[in-house]
Every structure is written in structure tokens, then in C-alpha cells.
């Protein structure tokens, strides 16, 4: 890419080491390795039931690997929660939507808010100056997210009504709001149409080279994956099976196998 | 439109000046009958403010809770104790104490929800409701070793004038309900409230927000059992007067629990709307019972009736309405403007073609 980059790829953020995760008997993901650099559009690819989303419920806490660490610059965290991961600085969108389904759009990102929230119940219940203050603080952000998403028109609405692709955006509306320095996004394009998909890359890409946020992101679509990622790693039946530039992972035989399936 | 800034629009300052106009001045002038202040009024006031402690934590935060008149019991037996053994915190300072001491009860037996939830949480609840009626029972302390069981609650007095006329006390039980209704507005539509929300909505992504279940789930316990610890107090004092723990029996936290529902649930005016309709129904059955049968139907009879007509209600909201009477009544408001509107511009059209 010609272009000049405002926050330049750095250091690793996020290292993932040696992660192992079983339910019961079934291996989910086995010995899996990989790390994410500072402000760079990272993928996780795969086939299906590769481990892909047990690996970000692993990175985010929801899934407690049986073995592996997980290390957020340079730091090795114990005992990962989603609360922790939050508080560091983590935020991330999910597979099957989790948005707050009887809240209207405005409030679901403003839920997004509540680490930039210090108030407690009883300000809030007096509404003293400060919540005031602090309230309009975070409005005018969510605002703002709102405004970059293009959703204006919808702010008021109650999220379980909206179609699909419109809630994908509300989630990833929800997940900026926390102003983190990484998001996870799992299947941000999933059952999207061309349109949709692109005004979606487009918003991704703009987060990342206008804030340096960096970006994690599930897609099954090799061509946007291709297309807006700086380095993609393959998994396949829980294990790294390819990491590199798309160039390099698109040549990989061992990946070019998996998808393609391969003659026994 | 709501102003992007504010927590209160100018309709919500009208709705607020009406019902304050309507509270203060039209009700006091024109029902002179005691028993509409004694059996009616006053009980409303205190049930609807305990049913808004039941929405903070089923109809906000989602948890399942059975237990709020074991809550009102705490509260109630609390003032009871504190105005006789520190008479110097006088009637407002045991009331909150007595709140806060209900909302004590209300953290611990909250702590169960970190753990289970759904229908399982509300047997876990129920434990509430059984052990604080048994503790007030088992130790006699809690009633001053009165022989008969019994307590009779004390005259209210602030601030050395008593409070002992019904149209007094339901002044005092306005003014307690309207101050604790504007503060449990402001949560709900402010932080607190979006995070109670959030909470049950998906408590997963909440904590991935950064939202902690465990400080959200107590937190919305003990202020739920705060605001029905005050109810209970104001129940006793105000309605009840002589009182034994029986009193806040489990039928009590249905009945709360069924103006939670039919009011609406996760709203704060259904919780005023639940309680009247509760309240005013029986005395209507017995009316059409009295008027239009004259007594030819037993009274037992109908207050059969009466519950069959709750349950199938309750039956009917839950599968088509879940939100209940407010949303009703939401409903009923948007539909009359817009046929009042649709009529406004007929009436122009058809004068603008004379």
C-alpha cells in the first residue's frame, strides 16, 4: 500500500502463548500461538469449528483456556475476566449479536460509556452537577459514533428492531464508544450484503488509520480479509496452520489444503 | 424529541406539574370521605412504592425476585424500633435508617444472583421473605416483648407536629413517594439505569462493556429493598397501624409482584398504574357485586372471582403485552393524537374549502 500510515505498526500489544482450551473431550484449540502488533488490522481465519471464536472468548475472558497465557503489552494478566479485559483497554463485538435488545441504539452505545463513567448511583440518583456534566460528555461521543456509522436516522430505536446488518453496526458502534486501543471484532460481516460489507470495511479501516485503534477481526470472506488486513493468521482444528502478510498466506500450501480440502 | 442533553423534557415537567396539581390541590379539595385516604389513597401510595423497589431489580436488572414484602417487613419493624429506642433520629432519619437497614437485607439476600438465576432465583429469594417474617417472630425484641405479638406503630411526628389526621399521612406518604419516585427516574434514564439494562439484556457483552455483574446485581438488590423497607415503614405507619410480621406474608410479594407485572415491566409510571388497578379492582367487583347483584353473590365468591380475573390477566399481559398497562396506556395517548390530529386537519380542509 502507498499510502503513509499516521500511527505506524508497532510493537506486539496482545500476545497470545500456548493457548490450550478442551470442553470436556473436544479440543478446541491446541497449543496456539500468535501475537498482535500495536495499530494493525490483524485477521483470524479459518474453517469452520477452527476455534476461531473460542480463541477471542479466550483473549477476552469468557473462556478460561486450560492452559496458555494471555499478555497485553508485555504484561501477563491472571485471571482474565471480561470486566479486566475491559478495563485494560480490550472491547470487542460478538458472533451472534449481544446487544441490548430493549435499549434503544443511543443507549446500547452509551452502555459502551461506562468505563469513561465515574459517577455513582446516588450522583446519578441527585443528578448533582457533575453527572450532568459528565452525561453530556458521553452523549456528545456517542453522538459522534453514531455520526461516523451513519446511523443517525435510528438513534431512537429500540435495537431488537432493526435489521441484521444495521445491528452488526450498532455493535461496532458499541464497541468504539469504550474508546479502547483494541477491538475484537467476530464475524463484523457476517450475512452482509456487498454494500454493507464494504461501508463496513470502510468504517474499520477509517478507525484504525484515524485513531490507531488496533483491530482484530473474524471474516470468512477471503476477499475482504485479503483486502484490509496487515497480517492474517489460519487456524484449522485448533491449531496456527499459517501467519503472515496476506501475500504469504495466500501462497501457503498448508492453508491453500484446508479451504480447497486436499487429495487423501 | 428528547433534547440530546437533558434528563427531563418539557412533557415530563407537564406530566409532573399535573400530577402534582392533581395530588395537592384537586384531591384534598374534593374527597373529603376518610375512607378513600385510609383504604385507597394511602396504601396505593406505599404499595406503589414498593412495587417501583420490585421493578428496579425484576423489570431493570432482570433478576427474578420474590421476597419485597420481606423487605417491607424489615422496614416496617425497623421504624418501629428506632422510633422507640432512638426517638432523637426522629420520623425522616428512622425512615431512611430503616431503609437502609432493609437494603442491608436486600445485599445479603441479593448475593444468590451471582449464581443462579430465572425461576431459581426467585425460590432463592423467597428465602428473604421467609427468614426475616421468622427472625421478627422468633425474638421478641424486634416487638418490644409484646404478649399479644401485636405492635401499634406510633404517631408521626416531624418536626414536633404530629401527623395523625389521614389526610396528614397522605400528605407525608406523597411526599416520600414523590421524592423517591423522582430519584428512581432519574437512575433508571441516567448510568444506573443503562447498566440495570444492560444486565438484563446480555449480561455477557455488559461485562465485556466493563459493567461488573456483581456490583450492578447488588447494587440494584439493595436499592430495590431500600425503596420497599420505606414502603413498609409507610405502610405501618400510615396504614396498618397495629401490626404483626403476618402481615407481610407472601401474598403480600405477589400482590407487588402482579403490579409489577400488569403495570408493565421496566417502567416506572406502571408501577403507580399496577398498584391502582390492584387496589381499585377488588373495591370495584364489590361495588358491581353490592350496586348491580345486591348482595345475591357471595363475598367469598367474588373474591374468587377476583383472583381468577388476576391470574388470566397476568396470563394475558405476559403473551401480549409484556410492557404491561403503561404501554397501554402509551398507546391509548399516541393513538388519540393522531386521531386528533388526522381530525385537526380534516376540520382545516374542510374549513379552507368553505
Known amino acids: ?264 | 424529541m428528547k433534547p440530546v442533553f437533558m434528563t427531563y423534557t418539557k412533557k415530563d415537567l407537564i406530566n409532573l406539574a399535573v400530577c402534582m396539581f392533581l395530588s395537592i390541590l384537586i384531591i384534598p379539595t374534593f374527597i373529603t370521605t376518610e375512607y378513600w385516604y385510609t383504604s385507597i389513597l394511602i396504601p396505593w401510595l406505599c404499595l406503589a412504592l414498593a412495587t417501583i423497589g420490585q421493578q428496579i431489580v425484576m423489570g431493570y436488572t432482570g433478576q427474578l425476585a420474590l421476597g419485597a414484602a420481606g423487605f417491607m417487613a424489615a422496614g416496617a419493624f425497623a421504624m418501629f424500633n428506632l422510633i422507640l429506642r432512638v426517638p432523637d433520629l426522629g420520623f425522616v432519619g428512622s425512615l431512611i435508617v430503616s431503609g437502609l437497614i432493609a437494603a442491608a437485607f436486600g445485599i445479603l439476600f441479593g448475593l444468590p444472583s451471582l449464581k443462579v438465576r430465572g425461576i431459581y432465583l426467585m425460590v432463592a429469594t423467597l428465602a428473604s421473605q421467609f427468614f426475616i417474617i421468622w427472625m421478627i417472630d422468633k425474638f421478641g425484641w424486634f416487638k418490644n416483648y409484646d404478649s399479644s405479638g401485636i405492635i401499634t406503630a406510633q404517631d408521626i411526628v416531624i418536626m414536633g407536629k404530629p401527623f395523625t389526621t389521614p389526610l396528614a399521612m397522605y400528605f407525608v406518604c406523597l411526599a416520600v413517594t414523590t421524592v423517591l419516585t423522582l430519584l428512581a427516574m432519574n437512575m433508571a434514564r441516567g448510568s444506573t439505569g443503562r447498566n440495570w439494562m444492560a444486565v438484563r439484556d446480555m449480561d455477557i457483552a455488559a461485562e465485556s462493556m466493563g459493567v461488573s455483574l456483581l456490583r450492578t446485581k447488588v447494587q440494584a438488590f439493595a436499592i430495590s429493598a431500600f425503596y420497599c423497607g420505606v414502603a413498609g415503614a409507610l405502610f405501618a405507619f400510615c396504614y396498618l397501624k397495629s401490626l404483626e410480621p403476618v402481615a407481610f406474608d407472601i401474598k403480600l410479594s405477589f400482590k407487588i409482584l402482579f403490579m409489577c407485572i400488569l403495570g408493565g415491566l421496566g417502567t416506572i409510571n406502571g408501577a403507580f398504574i399496577g398498584a391502582a388497578f390492584i387496589l381499585l379492582f377488588p373495591v370495584l367487583l364489590n361495588a358491581i357485586g353490592n350496586n348491580v347483584f345486591h348482595g345475591a353473590i357471595d363475598a367469598t365468591i367474588i373474591s374468587s372471582i377476583e383472583q381468577v380475573i388476576f391470574g388470566g390477566l397476568m396470563i394475558i399481559f405476559m403473551i401480549y403485552e409484556p410492557l404491561g398497562m403503561a404501554k397501554l396506556w402509551e398507546n391509548l395517548k399516541v393513538s388519540l393524537k393522531s386521531k386528533l390530529s388526522s381530525s385537526g386537519t380534516k376540520s382545516l380542509k374542510s374549513s379552507a374549502q368553505k
Open chain 1, 1 to 264: 500500500m502507498a499510502y503513509e500510515r499516521k500511527f505506524k505498526i508497532g510493537k506486539p500489544i496482545l500476545e497470545v502463548n500456548n493457548i490450550s482450551l478442551s470442553f470436556g473431550g473436544v479440543k478446541a484449540i491446541t497449543d496456539t500461538s500468535f501475537n498482535v502488533l500495536e495499530h494493525e488490522v490483524r485477521a483470524i481465519i479459518g474453517p469452520n469449528g477452527a476455534g476461531k471464536s473460542s480463541m477471542l472468548n479466550c483473549i477476552n475472558g469468557i473462556y478460561k483456556p486450560q492452559q496458555g497465557t494471555v499478555s497485553f503489552r508485555g504484561q501477563q494478566i491472571e485471571n482474565i475476566t471480561p470486566n479486566i479485559m475491559a478495563q485494560m483497554g480490550l472491547s470487542r463485538t460478538f458472533q451472534n449479536l449481544a446487544l441490548f435488545k430493549r435499549m434503544s441504539v443511543l443507549d446500547n452505545i452509551l452502555v459502551g460509556r461506562k468505563l469513561h463513567t465515574k459517577t455513582n448511583f446516588l450522583e446519578v440518583a441527585l443528578q448533582l452537577p457533575k453527572v450532568k456534566k459528565e452525561e453530556k460528555l458521553n452523549r456528545e461521543r456517542s453522538e459522534e459514533i453514531i455520526s461516523f456509522l451513519e446511523i443517525e436516522d435510528i438513534k431512537d430505536t429500540p435495537v431488537g428492531k432493526l435489521p441484521y446488518g444495521l445491528q452488526k453496526k450498532v455493535e461496532l458502534g458499541r464497541a468504539l464508544a469504550t474508546d479502547s486501543t483494541i477491538i475484537l471484532l467476530d464475524e463484523p460481516m457476517a450475512g452482509m450484503n456487498v454494500e454493507e460489507k464494504r461501508d463496513m470495511c470502510r468504517f474499520i479501516l477509517k478507525v484504525n488509520d484515524e485513531l490507531g485503534t488496533t483491530m482484530v477481526l473474524i471474516e470468512h470472506d477471503m476477499g475482504v480479509v485479503m483486502d484490509i488486513s496487515d497480517r492474517v493468521v489460519v487456524l484449522d482444528y485448533g491449531k496456527v496452520i499459517g501467519d503472515g502478510t496476506p501475500d504469504e498466506i495466500m501462497a501457503n500450501q498448508k492453508v491453500i489444503d484446508a479451504y480447497l480440502g486436499v487429495e487423501h
